[in-house]
């Protein structure tokens, strides 16, 4: 599917935000709006922003509904969640995708989001973006970045500070995100052709046994042996067990999930749920080269 980038994000534009997972407090969002309209933006809070259900922001047609009316609104040219979370994937058979292709814009959040970054490009061919939430727009160390991607003012992206686990240049479209709601996708029609991509990948708080278990799960449901690159963020907080240690480190995984392939591996890039989340494009067409990650053309 053709990729189609999103128009850029200009200053005076309205962002809409809504809650794609968990259910937030309002003054957290509240602030958050403070700060980007002081910084000439304005922003739309979404009714449904606000809805509980459990742990949940509300049922999942409530997010579907939301979701949908803000892909419509002509006034609305970005979509931020207000936070991560649990749950958004059980609205993806409720999108309005239609909707969604003959009007775009941006669509940016990680962690949870990962299920429809890469679900609305699978089903659109609409690129959207790997990046903060809105609650943390104000203490987020690569806003500066961030608005650079989403305003079209830069299409480069600085890895060379990565460790390299295998060298190389490659060229693909970048999918992923989170590895735990990204391997959740396998077998269902939201998951993007990994033919020939750059994955990216990153995680939080998991144990390392069951990071094992998803990377095997991507290696024997057949996506890494076509990708063109695998860069890899942060696995923070990880966990092990106290008794018996698993024993194996990301690196040993990583390498042997990976066995045979003559792809670059990337290390320690700088997005994940730790102090950096650089913004990176869903389903751009990219280049990898001498440590800069290069998506053209921009629209």
Do not use: W
Request: hydrophobic content about 35%; proline content about 4%; aromatic content about 8%.
């Amino acid at each position: 599917m053709n990729s189609l980038y999103p128009p850029a994000l200009n200053k005076g534009d309205t962002i809409g935000v809504m809650s794609t997972s968990c259910h937030v407090d309002e003054k957290s969002v509240l602030q958050a709006k403070g700060f980007i309209e002081s910084q000439g933006y304005q922003a739309f809070i979404h009714p449904q922003t606000y809805a509980k259900c459990n742990q949940s922001a509300g049922t999942a047609q409530e997010k579907a509904d939301a979701f949908n009316e803000l892909f419509a609104s002509p006034e609305i040219k970005a979509i931020f969640s207000s936070r991560g979370g649990n749950r958004a994937s059980t609205f993806l058979d409720k999108i309005d995708y239609g909707t969604a292709k003959i009007n775009p814009k941006t669509l940016i959040g990680y962690s949870d989001l990962t299920a429809l970054t890469n679900a609305i490009h699978a089903k659109t061919g609409l690129i959207s973006f790997h990046g903060p939430l809105f609650r943390e727009l104000e203490t987020h160390h690569d806003y500066e970045q961030m608005l650079s991607i989403l305003s079209h003012e830069t299409s480069d992206i600085d890895l060379s500070n990565c460790q390299v686990l295998k060298g190389g240049n490659a060229q693909g479209k970048i999918f992923g995100g989170n590895l735990s709601v990204f391997q959740g996708l396998i077998g269902t029609p939201y998951m993007p052709d990994l033919t020939g991509a750059i994955l990216i990948l990153e995680d939080v708080a998991d144990h390392i046994s069951r990071y094992d278990r998803m990377f095997c799960h991507l290696k024997n449901a057949g996506l890494l042996k076509n990708l063109s690159a695998l860069i890899i963020g942060s696995f923070s907080n990880m966990k092990d067990s106290d008794t018996n240690p698993f024993g194996f480190s990301l690196e040993d995984i990583i390498l042997e999930h990976t066995d045979g392939l003559d792809i670059p591996i990337l290390t320690n890039a700088p997005f994940g749920h730790a102090d950096r989340l650089i913004t990176m494009p869903i389903g751009a067409n990219a280049t990898l080269k001498n440590g800069t990650l290069s998506f053209k053309p921009l629209s």
